[in-house]
């Protein structure tokens, strides 16, 4: 090796440890972007478990399928994918493969040489979509390989490799063994494709005990799969292992004649008519159905958990026999009989006989048992059937098995493993701090074949090579483009900031907002006493010599100056100034100045009084500061840099005795509301402005007299539309009583009476080639409008009175999108526009929401024309929209994507650009709250028909998104923040249906029980932190309570005809009563220890088990005939569990209308007597918190309509106005 590794002295581009399928494909990527790529190969020989592979992969669109007519989508793949696999398949990995199967893999195999042949529907795929290649998965290494080493790529074989060198979470290289010396390889990336651990049994046996019991199990993996990848990745590394457990059993193996141990297994398929025998020669099970999903728990509920293949020898020539090609080489055409017949001669568990009797002669079988079931099986296909009458095993070209028959003995053959090291999007490597390890890349089984378990628990056949080939590819363009990325001259630096300018917590600022929403709020403030103005000294003898260059720090004397005038300003307003303002506070809740724009009693304010309603020019460039910095990036309607020299100039003018003009006081006043608003509590030792919620109100006030005596609606300037866009978006109490439907005609009206709707019209082009018009306020323009365009369009798709319709036509207008460029950046010659992918800009986030928006606005038009509302629209029609929203989401540069946020590289733009993270969490929970309402209509349907299985994916994936990305938007959203919360309780609603209705899956029981708590736990302390909140949540609480005694009403009747023998709820012969909630009769205490036969196992089924006997195991009770209870949630162990207990025992969680559950019975149980839901001794009541409860054994869809739920909560959404 030391000849060998000469050349690899220096630093390595790349290196691929392993020469799988993945290892091989992330080659070629890498060598194709110029990298210098080596491969490192334990085995003497390349290829690894790819080459004894079959080498099916899943595709979807290919040529194949267009040729046999098969009807196929990405959207049923993907619903398919996820059924089979449960709920830990990695939905965003499998979606990307299924997108880019049919290009990225089939065709780009395609293109080195590789032929599909075969097309099937294996068990779990609703079309055939499974695809065989001529040659196997030795065809595909042989033409990888091949192309690999043609781009230069450097393999070395029996070079093990020991050690991932990791420092500070960057990967710096590898020690490799070779030849019994250790070498250190450095390379700036090291792509990990070792495979699974399927060879290693011990490792098997750890990660699934419940194989421990079966009598044996093969191994099917490479003898080079012992998980030595796995072990380095973690301890090098502290990379994050999921899905271990998932490993993937198939009950189709026999033991390799030439493995002495007798421990490993050759896979078998290909059989026509066979049927299968257990030790007592019975027939068990739907030979059709062959895979692990359900072949192999069938397979070991036998005796002695191993069965016999019988069939006829007829069919022996088309068998295929995998995973040993020293033994059996898969030919590069064809099937080779003979190395089949060379099998059955050297196997101890294959057999061949003229009958039934010498056949069980041989293999040890009861002559009798298998002769009954085989003429029993014969018997069908005589009579034509077309399943058999047994287990409906299809029968179409089967024959008779009468002579000449052959037996295979099969056993457990552990031979892939799902689970592995959690990925990003990138293959990057995350640590169990879900931060990506610098450099470091895994690929193909290692990493559960992508994502870390792309499949789930179960696999459909051909969702493993086919992901491996695809995600080693990303890892390889991955690197070439994280280069690219970090190339000197795409670095982004942050433009340099005043180093005065204030720090600010986003916790202190939801707090201060907090205080300041419910101040602003409240009604009939008391107006502060009066002091004539002639005591005071003017607060500009102090402002106006300050110099023009905003400061946003001052000395401390200076500092406390201002705050000891601002309070005098507040506390004691100028003479005449106190009357005007307080007499004009009522209408700060009225829309009257906003909708006659006129006011006769109102007289133009003098310049005196301006001077002592503004702020100081000190703390006004602070308030202007804090917006820039902090609140424009939301609706960056203004030029900052034109701004904030007509806010110098204001000041400038009053310094002066010049009274400014109205509208640029009406926008800057309106800047100064804004930022007074969000003011965020400073440190002591920090400027602070004082009593901001007076400040925010005073300029409210003064926004509303400059708008009045501007005449803004007959005669609207830039500047007022400006003003009023800021208000109605960032303050919602401007004005409470009107709609955002009605807000949203004004500022149109106003756009149109300045004919911004026409800024690009031929003529105003033809205009400005002379010259003659401003581009800065061309982009401030267009800026304005497509932000009340985006606006309308997506409130069309918000239930209300206006859901369906919208204001401004796209033909009624010509207006191009804003230019993606930095204030700074605009230039006299126009050239400045960027590409949204390419340098972020303050601006890539509004062109974002606005292609959004455009969807929103198609989709509202599909749904006119077809003359039907939007959840009336043809399924096919949603799924179309769904892509668009899709595509629109794809189009995004990374920063504003989902999976891309823990990228190195993005978190260098967040460092420069900090709003850019703020407006990601902003794009993306609006973009998932509108594809959740899009296909929830289909959501309940999804439980009955399988075409809809997709929406309900999207949906729950949705929700979860919105419930992840609320904390976030809760920081930044303080004035929204019951918009913010409704959302949390619609998706949480959508969890507990979605829980509801699939109630029955035991492997995602725990999860889901845990999940729907802590969405509980997020609306209780949304409850805590926001009167709006509380407010708005009670109302929704009441809305569901309604609907659940709707759903009670049905549950009891029902429950009288169905338990006729069971024991009564009732002691008496009385109805049971719903009597009303007094919680000071239930008395409980937090943390208290019960006898435990005084509490029940409680169990999110809703069922109901008898104090005497309830475990923790969950099991039924065998000795106490058990009733259902209608109520919904419950936690096992419920006195034991503190989280459980701390959350019951809130009555701020109970329901408001209705009493927690009862014993059953007008006494207290006894020992052994049944209890309702757990209520022992003392328990607290169950927390039903606000959601419709049913019994398990009802239809829920029947017994809930749940559409109309959604529906009832959108319209009181409405209601509130938001």
Same mark, same amino acid.
């Given at each position: 090796?030391?000849?060998?590794?000469?050349?690899?002295?220096?630093?390595?581009?790349?290196?691929?440890?392993?020469?799988?399928?993945?290892?091989?494909?992330?080659?070629?990527?890498?060598?194709?972007?110029?990298?210098?790529?080596?491969?490192?190969?334990?085995?003497?020989?390349?290829?690894?478990?790819?080459?004894?592979?079959?080498?099916?992969?899943?595709?979807?669109?290919?040529?194949?399928?267009?040729?046999?007519?098969?009807?196929?989508?990405?959207?049923?793949?993907?619903?398919?994918?996820?059924?089979?696999?449960?709920?830990?398949?990695?939905?965003?990995?499998?979606?990307?493969?299924?997108?880019?199967?049919?290009?990225?893999?089939?065709?780009?195999?395609?293109?080195?040489?590789?032929?599909?042949?075969?097309?099937?529907?294996?068990?779990?795929?609703?079309?055939?979509?499974?695809?065989?290649?001529?040659?196997?998965?030795?065809?595909?290494?042989?033409?990888?390989?091949?192309?690999?080493?043609?781009?230069?790529?450097?393999?070395?074989?029996?070079?093990?490799?020991?050690?991932?060198?990791?420092?500070?979470?960057?990967?710096?290289?590898?020690?490799?063994?070779?030849?019994?010396?250790?070498?250190?390889?450095?390379?700036?990336?090291?792509?990990?494709?070792?495979?699974?651990?399927?060879?290693?049994?011990?490792?098997?046996?750890?990660?699934?005990?419940?194989?421990?019991?079966?009598?044996?199990?093969?191994?099917?993996?490479?003898?080079?799969?012992?998980?030595?990848?796995?072990?380095?990745?973690?301890?090098?590394?502290?990379?994050?292992?999921?899905?271990?457990?998932?490993?993937?059993?198939?009950?189709?193996?026999?033991?390799?004649?030439?493995?002495?141990?007798?421990?490993?297994?050759?896979?078998?398929?290909?059989?026509?008519?066979?049927?299968?025998?257990?030790?007592?020669?019975?027939?068990?099970?739907?030979?059709?159905?062959?895979?692990?999903?359900?072949?192999?728990?069938?397979?070991?509920?036998?005796?002695?958990?191993?069965?016999?293949?019988?069939?006829?020898?007829?069919?022996?020539?088309?068998?295929?026999?995998?995973?040993?090609?020293?033994?059996?080489?898969?030919?590069?055409?064809?099937?080779?009989?003979?190395?089949?017949?060379?099998?059955?001669?050297?196997?101890?568990?294959?057999?061949?006989?003229?009958?039934?009797?010498?056949?069980?002669?041989?293999?040890?079988?009861?002559?009798?048992?298998?002769?009954?079931?085989?003429?029993?099986?014969?018997?069908?296909?005589?009579?034509?059937?077309?399943?058999?009458?047994?287990?409906?095993?299809?029968?179409?070209?089967?024959?008779?098995?009468?002579?000449?028959?052959?037996?295979?003995?099969?056993?457990?053959?552990?031979?892939?493993?799902?689970?592995?090291?959690?990925?990003?999007?990138?293959?990057?490597?995350?640590?169990?701090?879900?931060?990506?390890?610098?450099?470091?890349?895994?690929? $193909?089984? !290692? @990493? +559960?074949? *992508?994502? %870390?378990?792309?499949?789930?628990?179960?696999?459909? =056949?051909? &969702?493993?090579?086919? #992901?491996?080939?695809?995600? $080693?590819? !990303? @890892? +390889?363009? *991955?690197? %070439?483009?994280?280069?690219?990325?970090?190339?000197? =001259?795409? &670095?982004?630096?942050? #433009?340099?900031?005043?180093? $005065?300018?204030?720090?600010?917590?986003?916790?202190?600022?939801?707090?201060?907002?907090?205080?300041? =929403?419910?101040?602003?709020?409240?009604?009939?403030?008391?107006?502060?006493?009066?002091?004539?103005?002639?005591?005071?000294?003017?607060?500009?003898?102090?402002?106006?010599?300050?110099?023009?260059?905003?400061?946003?720090?001052?000395?401390?004397?200076?500092?406390?100056?201002?705050?000891?005038?601002?309070?005098?300003?507040?506390?004691?307003?100028?003479?005449?100034?106190?009357?005007?303002?307080?007499?004009?506070?009522?209408?700060?809740?009225?829309?009257?100045?906003?909708?006659?724009?006129?006011?006769?009693?109102?007289?133009?304010?003098?310049?005196?009084?301006?001077?002592?309603?503004?702020?100081?020019?000190?703390?006004?460039?602070?308030?202007?500061?804090?917006?820039?910095?902090?609140?424009?990036?939301?609706?960056?309607?203004?030029?900052?840099?034109?701004?904030?020299?007509?806010?110098?100039?204001?000041?400038?003018?009053?310094?002066?005795?010049?009274?400014?003009?109205?509208?640029?006081?009406?926008?800057?006043?309106?800047?100064?509301?804004?930022?007074?608003?969000?003011?965020?509590?400073?440190?002591?030792?920090?400027?602070?402005?004082?009593?901001?919620?007076?400040?925010?109100?005073?300029?409210?006030?003064?926004?509303?007299?400059?708008?009045?005596?501007?005449?803004?609606?007959?005669?609207?300037?830039?500047?007022?539309?400006?003003?009023?866009?800021?208000?109605?978006?960032?303050?919602?109490?401007?004005?409470?009583?009107?709609?955002?439907?009605?807000?949203?005609?004004?500022?149109?009206?106003?756009?149109?009476?300045?004919?911004?709707?026409?800024?690009?019209?031929?003529?105003?082009?033809?205009?400005?080639?002379?010259?003659?018009?401003?581009?800065?306020?061309?982009?401030?323009?267009?800026?304005?409008?497509?932000?009340?365009?985006?606006?309308?369009?997506?409130?069309?798709?918000?239930?209300?009175?206006?859901?369906?319709?919208?204001?401004?036509?796209?033909?009624?207008?010509?207006?191009?999108?804003?230019?993606?460029?930095?204030?700074?950046?605009?230039?006299?010659?126009?050239?400045?526009?960027?590409?949204?992918?390419?340098?972020?800009?303050?601006?890539?986030?509004?062109?974002?929401?606005?292609?959004?928006?455009?969807?929103?606005?198609?989709?509202?038009?599909?749904?006119?024309?077809?003359?039907?509302?939007?959840?009336?629209?043809?399924?096919?029609?949603?799924?179309?929209?769904?892509?668009?929203?899709?595509?629109?989401?794809?189009?995004?540069?990374?920063?504003?994507?989902?999976?891309?946020?823990?990228?190195?590289?993005?978190?260098?733009?967040?460092?420069?650009?900090?709003?850019?993270?703020?407006?990601?969490?902003?794009?993306?929970?609006?973009?998932?709250?509108?594809?959740?309402?899009?296909?929830?209509?289909?959501?309940?349907?999804?439980?009955?028909?399988?075409?809809?299985?997709?929406?309900?994916?999207?949906?729950?994936?949705?929700?979860?998104?919105?419930?992840?990305?609320?904390?976030?938007?809760?920081?930044?959203?303080?004035?929204?923040?019951?918009?913010?919360?409704?959302?949390?309780?619609?998706?949480?609603?959508?969890?507990?249906?979605?829980?509801?209705?699939?109630?029955?899956?035991?492997?995602?029981?725990?999860?889901?029980?845990?999940?729907?708590?802590?969405?509980?736990?997020?609306?209780?302390?949304?409850?805590?932190?926001?009167?709006?909140?509380?407010?708005?949540?009670?109302?929704?609480?009441?809305?569901?309570?309604?609907?659940?005694?709707?759903?009670?009403?049905?549950?009891?009747?029902?429950?009288?005809?169905?338990?006729?023998?069971?024991?009564?709820?009732?002691?008496?012969?009385?109805?049971?009563?719903?009597?009303?909630?007094?919680?000071?009769?239930?008395?409980?205490?937090?943390?208290?220890?019960?006898?435990?036969?005084?509490?029940?196992?409680?169990?999110?089924?809703?069922?109901?088990?008898?104090?005497?006997?309830?475990?923790?195991?969950?099991?039924?009770?065998?000795?106490?005939?058990?009733?259902?209870?209608?109520?919904?949630?419950?936690?096992?162990?419920?006195?034991?569990?503190?989280?459980?207990?701390?959350?019951?025992?809130?009555?701020?969680?109970?329901?408001?209308?209705?009493?927690?559950?009862?014993?059953?019975?007008?006494?207290?149980?006894?020992?052994?007597?049944?209890?309702?839901?757990?209520?022992?001794?003392?328990?607290?009541?169950?927390?039903?918190?606000?959601?419709?409860?049913?019994?398990?054994?009802?239809?829920?869809?029947?017994?809930?309509?749940?559409?109309?739920?959604?529906?009832?909560?959108?319209?009181?959404?409405?209601?509130?106005?938001?």
């Amino acid at each position: 090796m030391g000849s060998m590794l000469e050349d690899l002295s220096k630093p390595i581009d790349v290196i691929v440890v392993g020469s799988g399928v993945a290892g091989v494909s992330a080659a070629i990527e890498a060598a194709v972007q110029g990298s210098e790529v080596v491969v490192l190969e334990a085995q003497s020989n390349l290829g690894g478990a790819s080459i004894i592979s079959g080498g099916a992969c899943c595709f979807v669109g290919t040529s194949l399928q267009q040729e046999q007519k098969v009807q196929d989508s990405v959207e049923l793949a993907l619903s398919d994918w996820v059924t089979f696999g449960g709920p830990t398949a990695d939905i965003a990995w499998a979606r990307k493969y299924l997108e880019h199967s049919r290009v990225d893999v089939c065709e780009w195999l395609e293109n080195m040489g590789v032929r599909w042949t075969t097309l099937m529907q294996p068990e779990g795929n609703s079309v055939p979509r499974w695809h065989l290649p001529e040659g196997w998965g030795r065809a595909i290494m042989s033409r990888l390989i091949e192309r690999a080493k043609a781009l230069g790529v450097n393999f070395k074989t029996r070079a093990c490799v020991r050690r991932l060198i990791v420092e500070n979470e960057t990967v710096n290289g590898v020690d490799v063994l070779f030849n019994g010396a250790l070498h250190t390889l450095l390379a700036a990336n090291v792509i990990v494709t070792t495979g699974g651990f399927s060879g290693n049994m011990a490792k098997v046996m750890d990660w699934a005990p419940c194989l421990r019991s079966v009598s044996r199990v093969l191994s099917g993996g490479s003898v080079a799969a012992k998980g030595l990848g796995h072990d380095m990745l973690f301890r090098d590394a502290g990379a994050d292992l999921v899905c271990l457990d998932h490993i993937w059993v198939y009950p189709v193996g026999t033991p390799d004649p030439t493995d002495p141990e007798g421990k490993r297994g050759l896979g078998v398929r290909g059989f026509r008519t066979d049927i299968w025998l257990n030790s007592e020669g019975r027939r068990f099970h739907n030979e059709h159905l062959k895979g692990p999903r359900s072949g192999t728990p069938a397979l070991l509920s036998q005796p002695d958990q191993t069965l016999w293949a019988i069939f006829p020898q007829s069919d022996i020539d088309n068998l295929e026999i995998i995973n040993n090609p020293e033994f059996f080489p898969p030919p590069l055409a064809g099937h080779t009989p003979a190395a089949v017949k060379s099998f059955w001669a050297d196997s101890a568990h294959a057999w061949l006989a003229k009958d039934i009797g010498e056949l069980c002669q041989a293999t040890g079988l009861p002559v009798d048992n298998a002769r009954e079931a085989i003429d029993a099986f014969n018997a069908d296909i005589i009579a034509g059937r077309s399943q058999d009458s047994r287990f409906g095993r299809p029968l179409a070209g089967l024959v008779p098995l009468t002579e000449n028959l052959a037996a295979i003995q099969l056993y457990p053959m552990a031979q892939k493993t799902f689970g592995g090291v959690r990925t990003d999007l990138e293959c990057r490597v995350l640590n169990q701090s879900n931060r990506p390890i610098s450099g470091l890349y895994a690929a $193909g089984e !290692v @990493a +559960g074949m *992508a994502g %870390g378990c792309i499949n789930g628990r179960a696999a459909l =056949e051909g &969702t493993m090579y086919g #992901p491996c080939v695809y995600s $080693g590819r !990303v @890892a +390889g363009k *991955a690197i %070439g483009s994280l280069r690219t990325a970090t190339q000197p =001259e795409s &670095t982004i630096e942050r #433009p340099p900031s005043d180093g $005065g300018a204030l720090p600010s917590s986003e916790h202190d600022l939801a707090e201060r907002v907090r205080r300041l =929403e419910q101040a602003l709020l409240a009604r009939g403030d008391q107006a502060p006493p009066r002091q004539d103005s002639a005591t005071r000294r003017s607060d500009w003898e102090s402002s106006t010599s300050d110099g023009r260059n905003p400061v946003r720090v001052q000395d401390q004397t200076n500092h406390e100056a201002d705050l000891q005038q601002d309070q005098e300003i507040v506390e004691h307003p100028a003479s005449g100034t106190e009357v005007r303002l307080q007499a004009q506070e009522l209408l700060v809740n009225s829309n009257e100045y906003l909708l006659l724009g006129t006011a006769p009693q109102y007289e133009p304010l003098p310049v005196a009084e301006l001077v002592q309603i503004l702020p100081n020019r000190t703390n006004a460039r602070r308030l202007f500061g804090f917006y820039v910095d902090n609140i424009n990036w939301d609706q960056h309607i203004i030029h900052v840099p034109t701004t904030s020299r007509h806010l110098e100039l204001i000041y400038d003018q009053l310094s002066e005795g010049i009274k400014p003009e109205g509208v640029r006081v009406a926008l800057i006043a309106a800047i100064f509301a804004v930022a007074a608003y969000f003011w965020p509590d400073s440190p002591p030792s920090e400027p602070t402005l004082h009593d901001a919620k007076s400040c925010c109100r005073k300029w409210i006030l003064l926004i509303q007299h400059v708008l009045v005596e501007s005449n803004h609606l007959s005669f609207p300037t830039l500047e007022t539309l400006q003003a009023k866009m800021l208000l109605t978006h960032f303050l919602p109490i401007f004005p409470l009583t009107t709609g955002r439907r009605s807000q949203q005609t004004q500022l149109v009206n106003a756009a149109h009476m300045l004919q911004i709707h026409l800024v690009d019209s031929p003529r105003e082009r033809a205009l400005r080639g002379k010259g003659t018009q401003d581009l800065i306020d061309l982009e401030v323009k267009r800026r304005v409008w497509w932000n009340i365009v985006a606006g309308d369009w997506m409130l069309s798709f918000m239930t209300g009175p206006q859901q369906g319709t919208y204001i401004v036509h796209p033909d009624q207008m010509n207006v191009e999108f804003p230019s993606n460029v930095d204030d700074k950046d605009i230039t006299a010659e126009g050239n400045y526009d960027e590409p949204v992918l390419g340098s972020p800009t303050e601006m890539t986030f509004t062109i974002a929401k606005i292609r959004v928006s455009t969807v929103i606005r198609e989709l509202i038009d599909t749904a006119n024309k077809a003359k039907v509302n939007v959840d009336e629209l043809d399924y096919e029609q949603i799924l179309v929209f769904d892509k668009k929203l899709n595509d629109v989401y794809d189009s995004l540069p990374p920063y504003f994507r989902y999976e891309d946020a823990s990228r190195p590289y993005v978190q260098e733009i967040y460092n420069a650009r900090p709003y850019l993270e703020r407006q990601r969490n902003f794009l993306l929970f609006g973009l998932y709250i509108r594809l959740s309402l899009l296909h929830r209509p289909f959501l309940t349907r999804s439980y009955k028909e399988p075409r809809y299985r997709y929406s309900r994916m999207v949906c729950l994936r949705s929700a979860r998104i919105v419930i992840d990305l609320h904390k976030a938007m809760r920081e930044v959203s303080s004035g929204r923040m019951w918009l913010v919360m409704y959302h949390v309780f619609v998706a949480t609603t959508t969890l507990v249906m979605d829980y509801a209705c699939q109630r029955d899956d035991p492997q995602a029981a725990t999860e889901r029980k845990q999940e729907i708590l802590n969405c509980y736990r997020i609306l209780e302390a949304g409850e805590e932190r926001d009167p709006e909140v509380k407010e708005g949540l009670a109302t929704l609480k009441r809305i569901t309570n309604e609907w659940r005694m709707r759903s009670d009403s049905a549950l009891y009747a029902s429950m009288a005809r169905r338990l006729p023998d069971e024991v009564p709820l009732m002691a008496s012969t009385q109805p049971r009563p719903r009597p009303e909630i007094h919680p000071q009769s239930q008395p409980h205490t937090q943390g208290h220890s019960h006898h435990p036969t005084h509490s029940a196992s409680l169990t999110l089924s809703g069922k109901r088990t008898t104090a005497a006997t309830a475990t923790p195991t969950m099991r039924p009770p065998t000795t106490t005939t058990t009733t259902r209870d209608p109520y919904l949630f419950g936690a096992s162990d419920a006195t034991h569990n503190t989280d459980m207990t701390t959350l019951l025992s809130d009555r701020s969680t109970w329901s408001i209308d209705t009493t927690p559950p009862r014993y059953i019975g007008p006494e207290a149980p006894q020992n052994g007597t049944e209890i309702e839901a757990g209520l022992g001794s003392g328990c607290p009541p169950i927390p039903d918190l606000w959601f419709p409860h049913f019994d398990a054994d009802l239809d829920p869809t029947n017994n809930l309509q749940w559409e109309s739920l959604f529906r009832d909560l959108d319209n009181q959404q409405t209601r509130l106005g938001l």
